[in-house]
Nanobody
Framework: QVQLVESGGGLVQAGGSLRLSCAAS????????MGWYRQAPGKQRELVAT???????DYADAVKGRFTISRDNAKNTVYLQMNSLKPEDTAVYYC??????????????WGQGTQVTVSS
């Protein structure tokens, strides 16, 4: 089993910044991808950014140039630096990890979510 613990959400004014963190723990062979998704009220969950262990990050068009995803593989942690925040960024942000188990099975795990609210 893998646990993902998120932190760093909160209330910020438009134009401000926040940094989200997500730490993975448990038993697994490797973490292949870590990323962030968000879900606003009345909307479907959408991709924000993903970062594979090897390879380039991928961003939603709505956050390109404002958000930066990074990973500390030694700590099994992924970060999301969010700058120039807009009210439309308001959502619950979820961390996701794609993990390879010791039985070489790929599983998806989600964090509990952290609220980000941007006031105008």
């Amino acid at each position: 089993q893998v646990q993902l613990v998120e932190s760093g959400g909160g209330l910020v004014q438009a134009g401000g910044s926040l940094r989200l963190s997500c730490a993975a723990s448990g038993r697994f062979f490797s973490i292949d991808v870590m990323g962030w998704y968000r879900q606003a009220p009345g909307k479907q969950r959408e991709l924000v950014a993903t970062q594979p262990t090897s390879g380039s990050a991928d961003y939603a068009d709505a956050v390109k140039g404002r958000f930066t995803i990074s990973r500390d593989n030694a700590k099994n942690t992924v970060y999301l630096q969010m700058n120039s925040l807009k009210p439309e960024d308001t959502a619950v942000y979820y961390c996701k990890a794609v993990v390879t188990t010791y039985r070489y099975v790929h599983n998806n795990y989600w964090g509990q979510g952290t609220q980000v609210t941007v006031s105008s």
